[in-house]
């Protein structure tokens, strides 16, 4: 597995201290070039096992060893844990049958990346610092994330990976009648999926299966084809092995 770097970044908007991961494109040292920059959920499951949940990430960097995708800064903002659905959905639902709530924060945590993280990185990397080359990336609720900042953040960045997105929850009349309000003014690239085996449960897959294609067909009508990707994968599950699988080809279509 090739190096990457950690850092410790303190989030005034969240009041916690937060691991980012970054990894540099191949020749990055021995180059003066700058380089675009893709910003991705849950950063300790995204290179290292030795950091993932359940010991097993996405291995990204050993899928772009030797691979022909775009030459981007990865930027991994660590999840918040027990507090994860908090940040990552903008409003508050019920996340069980025990009335356990999460959700509420999203907009804090995106103020992080856009206001804490993006300064910090495009000051310390050579990075492009446009909204034209910035990217956020994430699967299931991270996925939900980066189709809300296609909503609401695409004055920063304007190209967005949304994998498995777990639209189906308390919240998803609220991210619908959002969606059908938005114009997806500036955004560039916007790749959505599920895969058809996400759930154990049928009744989950058939609702990642409805909420995934309801989205898609109202974002459908207002965004260009040749700006959007949505892809149903026979047979995906939800898990890092299955993303790792269909990153480079993600990568490689928001940035090409």
Sequence with gaps: MKEYLVLFMESPQLKVTKRIFVALPEGYHESDEHYPVLYLHDGQNLFDDMTAHHK???????????????KVILVGIENGGTKRANELIPWEFKFNTLNNKGGGQADLY????????????DLRFRTFKNRKNTGIMGSSFGGVNSFYAALKYNHVFSRFGCLSNAFFYGFYDKMKELTKASDFHGVRRLYMDFGTNES???????????????MFDIVKTKLDESHLRFEVIEGGKHHE???QKRFVDILTYLFA
């Design 56 to 70: 097993r990430s996405w291995r990204i960097l050993d899928e772009l060893d030797g691979s022909d995708a775009p």
């Design 110 to 121: 995106l103020d992080f990346i856009t206001t804490t993280v993006k300064p910090y990185i």
């Design 241 to 243: 092995r299955d993303w």
């Design 200 to 214: 154990s449960v049928d009744m989950e897959n058939d609702d990642y299966l409805r909420t995934n294609r309801e």
